[in-house]
Each structure stands twice: as structure tokens, then as C-alpha cells.
């Protein structure tokens, strides 16, 4: 089971980048996936996740609007499309899997494993 985030890079405050988190050794339509998001000097955080089935998302109140999470099953990737960037959007970008599929909380990192390496977003003019 690997997990793979890609898609970072620098972009301007206002501007858009699209994160995929990419999967080896399962089937992500079967999983749910978390976003989380870790700054220089502070705590991981969750941005967003989505769940078993497609309409199950959810996201922190700061990127709500902005931020959209989705899957394809073809391709076997969760997308992050991240819009209206600022630079408080700054940091390293992980997916994971929750430990327990069917209990978790969304944006609590311990809940979580299987992060792979993640990818920098860097949001600035």
C-alpha cells in the first residue's frame, strides 16, 4: 500500500494548482482519503477528504469554496483542485488513508497512515 502526492509547485496569490495523490497495491474507489497540509513550524492539518463513495466530502472551514476533492476510479487517483490560492496555502501537501476505514475524524492526523512523501505548494508574489 503506497501513496504518492504530486502536482506542488510556486504559484501566485489567486492562482490554481491541481494535487493528485496516486495509489499502489489497492484500489482507492474502495478507500477513503484525507488531504493534509503542514507548514514550516506548525502541526500538520487537515484540509479536506473524501470518502468510500464520491459524495462523501468534507473540508476545513479555510479552504471551503475554494478547494474541491474528488476521484478517478479509471485512473486510480484523488485529485485536490486548489483555487483562489493565498499564501497562508503555504506548505508540504500529504494524502493518507485513515487507520480505521469506517472511524476516523477528517482532519485529525493521528487517525491516519500510509503517507507517503508529500509535495510542496509555495504560494507567493
Known amino acids: 500500500v503506497q501513496l504518492q502526492a504530486s502536482g506542488g509547485g510556486l504559484v501566485q496569490p489567486g492562482g490554481s494548482l491541481r494535487l493528485s495523490c496516486a495509489a499502489s497495491g489497492f484500489t482507492l474507489e474502495h478507500y477513503p482519503i484525507g488531504w493534509f497540509r503542514q507548514a514550516p513550524g506548525n502541526e500538520r492539518e487537515g484540509v479536506s477528504c473524501?470518502?468510500?463513495?464520491?459524495?462523501?466530502?468534507s473540508y476545513a472551514d479555510s479552504v471551503r469554496g475554494r478547494f474541491t476533492v474528488s476521484k478517478d476510479k479509471a485512473k486510480n487517483t484523488v485529485y485536490l483542485q486548489m483555487n483562489s490560492l493565498k499564501p497562508e496555502d503555504t506548505g508540504v501537501y500529504y494524502c493518507?488513508?485513515?487507520?480505521?476505514?469506517?472511524?476516523?475524524?477528517?482532519?485529525?492526523?493521528?487517525?491516519?497512515?500510509?503517507w507517503g512523501q508529500g509535495t510542496q505548494v509555495t504560494v507567493s508574489s
Open positions: 493518507a488513508l485513515p487507520k480505521e476505514m469506517s472511524s476516523y475524524s477528517c482532519f485529525y492526523p493521528g487517525d491516519f497512515a500510509s
Open positions: 473524501i470518502g468510500r463513495y464520491e459524495y462523501s466530502t
